[in-house]
């Protein structure tokens, strides 16, 4: 199984859509970041920022939806799915998933918008 844990920082508001009798699923994408270095010759190395395709679903798709906002650090815990698909063009596209399985807000209650929303709490 491929087994992924990631800590960062949410790029925009989820993205919610519901089916089948009030069943969820909530998109987001994280940015993880790679913190740069100096190397022993003075050389430089910048940060490295990747962003990844998180998916949630069912009773955690509506946590993210009530709670999470773009800005938000969260740590999270899911596995990898791999996805091909067409698109409006014909174009043949693939995407890698993390579905997540739990996650943990991080952001403290001081810096949220509504501070009644659970920090330090884990969902599964």
Do not use: C
């Not at 740590?75 to 014909?90: F, I």
Request: net charge neutral; hydrophobic share 30%; no cysteine.
């Amino acid at each position: 199984m491929n087994k992924v844990m990631l800590i960062g920082n949410v790029g925009k508001d989820p993205d919610v859509h519901y089916y089948d009798s009030d069943q969820a699923v909530a998109q987001l994408r994280l940015a993880t970041t790679e913190r740069g270095y100096s190397l022993p010759n003075g050389t430089q190395v910048p940060d490295r920022t990747d962003w990844h395709n998180l998916v949630f679903y069912h009773r955690l798709a509506k946590v993210v939806e009530s709670y999470v906002r773009k800005g938000d650090k969260l740590y999270v815990e899911g596995r990898l799915k791999y996805r091909v698909y067409d698109d409006a063009k014909g174009q043949r596209q693939y995407t890698t998933e993390v579905v997540v399985d739990s996650m943990e807000m991080l952001t403290p209650k001081s810096q949220r918008p509504n501070a009644e929303s659970p920090q330090g709490t884990a969902f599964e």
